[in-house]
């Protein structure tokens, strides 16, 4: 009979197969769990069918994961409503005419629209559409445009509402509230150091190039009007979640009622991009969903083998310091980063990293903190595992709508903004106090 140790490790190298043959990530982690289940039962399937019933229905009747449809329908009104046009002209027009501030206004843009879309790959998609024509126009460097764009992009998974977030608050049963809270300040540092990389590059590469016009204030205030309910829909949908009059599920639908209606009030959005916006939402949640599912009985495929317990009591006897233990981990994800999406690397290595971390001794944290801080840090390493060359998602969609712009010329382009995102997580690593401030 095969031992569990060893089940686990079949059920992961079939799992890594099935995704190098680029299987979709749900059914690769569905197809594993359940040969962890017919090996450890020799064959026989009813439990399997045991646990697949149960699982689903506990799963999903969890009512925290009703606020993810909500979010996803939230940001796909901003995108079909023609939001991000507004958030890029109103940053434009108050700070395009400085060196770089085409360049910076688009990163402001990707951070407003983050909060309202959630989404890396959508922001990254939506304000290459917007931002690069623009960027061309007034001269501005493919490598510095290009890389803006892209790492701008990866603010839509850490500046709250952030999907990847709610998944990980589910599966460590930790509070979505004190997570979204936890990433407020690095989400601005994250914005920071973007700003200034672009103003440096800028300095450096566009001397000649000559700037935008500057806008007066009229015009500044009308684009601060444009954007004004933006503001106030994101503003309504915090205050009602840390005011404590809505919940998160009941912020989320009344975030995601408002975008629609601002949306079709200035936006335009008509019955197509009504359409659009619920189908996007299905396809989206669905697959979410799916992928959830397939992580769940992976998850308790390896734990009836007991693989993620066997790991950890290993790291912790093999005599590595913790932040040896977790510069490995935050590797791992940065190699995954280059062939995975964020929420699939959340699902898949979260139940056996998590375990891992809470046993080490980290900065003399506690459970509740350490889980906090261990989700922001997770995620800030997922975020540069989507614009790591060659393989970085983000590269690729932004080289897409980059006409005449080769990958290597992207990849290089997003060299400054990597080396300001390892800067800021050596900080938010080694001063956990910045991402658990706000829950004081």
Same mark, same amino acid.
């Given at each position: 009979m095969?031992?569990? +140790?060893e089940?686990g490790?079949?059920a992961l190298?079939?799992?890594?197969?099935m @995704?190098?043959c680029r299987w979709?990530v749900?059914?690769?982690?569905?197809l594993a769990?359940a040969?962890c289940?017919w090996?450890v039962?020799?064959?026989?399937?009813?439990?399997?069918?045991f646990?697949?019933?149960n699982?689903v229905y506990a799963?999903?009747?969890s #009512?925290?994961l =009703?606020?993810?449809p909500?979010?996803?329908?939230m940001g796909q009104?901003?995108i079909?409503?023609?939001l991000?046009k507004?958030?890029?002209?109103?940053s434009?027009s108050?700070?395009?005419?400085?060196?770089g501030?085409l360049?910076m206004s688009?990163?402001g843009?990707?951070?407003?629209?983050?909060?309202i879309?959630?989404?890396?790959l959508a %922001?990254?998609?939506?304000?290459?559409?917007?931002?690069l024509?623009?960027l061309?126009r007034?001269h501005y460097?493919?490598r510095?445009?290009?890389?803006? *764009?892209?790492?701008?992009?990866?603010l839509?998974i850490?500046?709250?509402p952030?999907? /990847?977030?709610?998944v990980y608050?589910?599966l460590?049963?930790?509070s979505?509230?004190?997570?979204?809270?936890?990433?407020i300040?690095?989400g601005?540092?994250a914005v920071?150091?973007?700003?200034?990389v672009i103003?440096i590059?800028?300095?450096r590469t566009m001397?000649d190039?000559?700037?935008?016009?500057?806008?007066?204030?009229?015009?500044?205030?009308?684009s601060l009007?444009? *954007?004004? /309910?933006?503001?106030?829909?994101?503003?309504? &949908?915090?205050?009602? @979640?840390?005011?404590g009059w809505?919940n998160l599920?009941?912020a989320?639908?009344i975030?995601?009622? =408002?975008?629609?209606l601002? =949306?079709?009030?200035?936006g335009?959005m008509?019955w197509?991009?009504? #359409?659009?916006?619920l189908?996007?939402?299905a396809?989206?949640?669905?697959?979410?969903?799916l &992928?959830?599912?397939?992580?769940d009985?992976?998850n308790?495929?390896? =734990?009836l083998g007991q693989? /993620? %317990?066997?790991?950890?009591?290993w790291i912790?006897?093999s005599?590595?310091?913790?932040?040896t233990?977790?510069?490995i981990?935050?590797?791992?994800?940065l190699l995954?980063?280059c062939?995975?999406?964020?929420?699939?690397?959340?699902?898949l290595?979260i139940?056996?990293?998590?375990p891992?971390?809470l046993?080490?001794?980290?900065?003399g944290l506690d459970?509740?903190?350490?889980?906090?801080?261990?989700?922001i840090v997770?995620?800030? &390493?997922v975020?540069?595992?989507?614009?790591?060359p060659?393989m970085g998602?983000?590269?690729?969609?932004?080289q897409?709508?980059?006409?005449?712009?080769? +990958?290597?010329t992207?990849?290089r382009?997003?060299l /400054?903004?990597?080396g300001?995102?390892?800067?800021r997580?050596? *900080?938010v690593v080694?001063?956990?106090?910045l991402? @658990?401030v706000c829950?004081d």
């Amino acid at each position: 009979m095969i031992g569990g +140790l060893e089940v686990g490790a079949i059920a992961l190298g079939v799992l890594l197969v099935m @995704l190098g043959c680029r299987w979709h990530v749900g059914v690769a982690m569905l197809l594993a769990g359940a040969l962890c289940y017919w090996l450890v039962n020799d064959g026989d399937t009813r439990a399997l069918l045991f646990t697949l019933n149960n699982l689903v229905y506990a799963r999903f009747s969890s #009512y925290d994961l =009703a606020v993810i449809p909500m979010f996803v329908l939230m940001g796909q009104f901003a995108i079909h409503g023609g939001l991000s046009k507004a958030l890029f002209r109103a940053s434009a027009s108050w700070i395009g005419h400085w060196r770089g501030g085409l360049a910076m206004s688009a990163a402001g843009a990707c951070a407003g629209f983050g909060a309202i879309c959630g989404s890396s790959l959508a %922001t990254a998609t939506t304000m290459s559409q917007v931002a690069l024509p623009e960027l061309a126009r007034y001269h501005y460097g493919k490598r510095l445009a290009t890389g803006t *764009i892209a790492a701008a992009g990866t603010l839509g998974i850490l500046i709250p509402p952030s999907v /990847p977030l709610i998944v990980y608050a589910v599966l460590t049963q930790e509070s979505i509230a004190a997570l979204f809270m936890a990433a407020i300040l690095p989400g601005l540092l994250a914005v920071a150091g973007y700003l200034v990389v672009i103003r440096i590059v800028a300095t450096r590469t566009m001397r000649d190039v000559e700037r935008a016009p500057r806008h007066g204030w009229g015009e500044r205030l009308a684009s601060l009007g444009d *954007i004004a /309910p933006i503001l106030v829909i994101f503003a309504v &949908v915090i205050y009602g @979640l840390y005011g404590g009059w809505a919940n998160l599920t009941e912020a989320a639908s009344i975030g995601a009622a =408002a975008c629609g209606l601002y =949306a079709v009030w200035r936006g335009g959005m008509r019955w197509q991009g009504v #359409y659009r916006s619920l189908a996007g939402t299905a396809e989206a949640t669905a697959m979410i969903y799916l &992928v959830v599912v397939g992580a769940d009985l992976l998850n308790s495929g390896l =734990a009836l083998g007991q693989l /993620p %317990t066997a790991l950890a009591e290993w790291i912790m006897g093999s005599g590595l310091a913790p932040l040896t233990v977790l510069l490995i981990i935050l590797l791992i994800y940065l190699l995954l980063g280059c062939v995975m999406d964020s929420l699939s690397m959340i699902l898949l290595t979260i139940p056996i990293f998590y375990p891992i971390i809470l046993e080490l001794d980290l900065f003399g944290l506690d459970a509740t903190a350490k889980s906090i801080w261990f989700g922001i840090v997770a995620l800030m &390493v997922v975020e540069i595992g989507l614009i790591t060359p060659p393989m970085g998602m983000n590269l690729f969609i932004v080289q897409k709508y980059s006409h005449g712009t080769s +990958l290597a010329t992207v990849s290089r382009g997003i060299l /400054p903004f990597i080396g300001a995102d390892m800067v800021r997580i050596a *900080i938010v690593v080694l001063v956990p106090a910045l991402s @658990l401030v706000c829950l004081d």
